[in-house]
């Protein structure tokens, strides 16, 4: 299985920036996804982003297009999620996934989809 760290989280005045990373470690396959998802109290978890690990195919929720970017560096087993322009409502816990085989954007990633899920990290937008 496949072991998940996130760091970046923080506080942030609206408007601002923040860059979560993912760092995989443990077993590596060739094919994959991995996905960010988020939970604010009393929501259901929501996928914010995916990324195929071929890098060739990604996801974004309707709320976050043109404000957040999804990337990866497989040689650093890292994936990245750049938030800008965040608002108080992007205020969460972000947590990351990923889950092995073959993987298409079809329809919204679900958190069933994913096996492997890291600790969280919270995300705080003041206004």
């Known amino acids: 299985q496949v072991q998940l760290v996130e760091s970046g989280g923080g506080l942030v005045q609206a408007g601002g920036s923040l860059r979560l990373s993912c760092t995989a470690s443990?077993?590596?396959?060739?094919?994959?996804?991995t996905g960010w998802f988020r939970q604010a109290p009393g929501k259901e978890r929501e996928c914010v982003a995916a990324?195929?690990?071929?890098?060739?195919?990604?996801y974004y929720a309707d709320f976050v297009k043109a404000r957040f970017t999804i990337s990866r560096d497989n040689a650093k087993n890292t994936v990245y999620l750049q938030m800008n322009s965040l608002k108080p409502e992007d205020t969460a816990v972000y947590y990351c996934?990923?889950?092995?085989?073959?993987?298409?954007?079809?329809?919204?990633?679900?958190?069933?989809?994913?096996?492997?899920w890291g600790q969280g990290t919270q995300v705080t937008v003041s206004s």
């Open positions: 443990g077993r590596t396959f060739r094919s994959g996804v």
């Open positions: 990324i195929l690990l071929s890098g060739r195919s990604t």
């Open positions: 996934a990923a889950e092995t085989g073959f993987y298409t954007f079809n329809v919204a990633p679900k958190s069933a989809d994913f096996g492997s």
